[in-house]
Structure formats: C-alpha cells, structure tokens
C-alpha cells in the first residue's frame, strides 16, 4: 500500500491515511499522482500531475519533469489560489481562476468524477462488458467534451482508469494515473491535541 500524501500536501497531513475501497465512489477522498499531456492549437506540453481531493479540499500541482513548478491551485469552500508562472491569483471559484489562463481549460468540477469513472446519467455513455464507461459525451458545454477510457488499473482495493482522453474542440488533454489511493479522515480526538 502506498501513500503519498505527506509530501506534497498543504493540509493537516496526519488526519487522512490510506484505506481500501470496494468502488472509486466509496472514497469519500483520494490522492493521485500521474502526468497530464496537453496539446491545444496554440500550444503542447507534458507535465507531471499531484492531486489531493477531499471534501473540503483540492489541491493541484503541475510540475516539470524535474520537478520545478508550473502550476499550483489550492480550493476550498468559498476560496481559490492559482500561482503559474511567478503570478498569484485569489478568488472565491477555482474554475473561474483556470479560465483565466486562456489557452486551455481543464474541466475542474466535472474531473474528480470522470477521472474515476464515475458517470452520472447527465452524460451520453458506452459502457464495456464489465460496466465501466469507455467513452462519454458531456454536451452541457460547447463544444462538448468527450472522454474516452483507455484502461483500467487495481488501486486501493478498486479498479480506476489508467489513461484518459479528454477532447474539446481544438483542446486535448490525455491523463494518465500512475498512482491513485483512497484516503479516509482519521480524527484526533479533543484530548491528544497540543498546541
């Protein structure tokens, strides 16, 4: 069993640990860790992807291939930081700060589902034998964006996609999980916490 949480992650690290789910869905939070390949009209590039969701919270970092950091947004309820390029942005909705980049948008409210499989009947889906979505069409945007399935991976006691493609337009984003683990929150109790 792996966790990676403790070091990438701005929040209170010691209350979420791994666990094991029996779906992607069970996992009231997960860490990924992956890359993201983007390839736009204006522009393309690989980077490597950190994802810390829960349900408060998301973290995301984009970083090089050596690790030096190309983007960073922190989200929680209400509050959104966006640091790219040496620039810091504040506002209250996380998407409205990624629009903000201009060349490219990653669907960051839907994503959280999608990346895991997770598909509502909103969506427009073909399924494989074993049930799972290989492709899906969300046309509550124009254009739509379409997500295709291509593989299926064991992690944290489930099964979640490997790779997916993500197409938009002229907009392509491939997301590949090299790393997923479902995380549950452990509570300290009143007593064992010091200042």
């Not at 998407?95 to 839907?110: C, E, I, K, Y």
């Not at 979640?160 to 509570?187: F, H, S």
Request: charged letters at 15%; one cysteine or more.
């Amino acid at each position: 069993m792996t966790i990676f949480v403790s070091g990438c992650s701005s929040l209170a690290d010691k209350n979420w640990v791994a666990t094991q789910v029996t779906s992607p869905a069970a996992a009231s939070a997960w860490e990924l860790q992956g890359k993201l390949a983007v390839k736009s009209s204006k522009e393309s590039f690989s980077t490597n992807l950190y994802w810390l969701h829960t349900p408060d919270n998301d973290e995301l970092k984009l970083t090089t291939m050596l690790g030096t950091s190309v983007l960073t947004l922190s989200s929680r309820e209400g509050y959104a930081k966006l640091e790219v390029d040496g620039n810091s942005y504040e506002g209250d909705d996380p998407q409205a700060l990624l629009n903000r980049l201009g060349h490219w948008q990653f669907p960051l409210t839907q994503l959280p589902q999608w990346i895991l499989g997770i598909v509502s009947d909103d969506y427009q889906v073909s399924r494989d034998v074993n049930g799972r979505p290989l492709q899906l069409t969300d046309a509550s945007v124009l254009p739509p964006w379409r997500i295709q399935y291509q593989g299926w991976q064991p992690q944290s006691g489930t099964t979640v996609p490997r790779l997916l493609r993500l197409d938009r337009g002229n907009l392509q984003l491939k997301i590949q999980l090299n790393q997923w683990q479902a995380l549950t929150n452990v509570q300290v109790p009143m007593d064992n916490q010091r200042l």
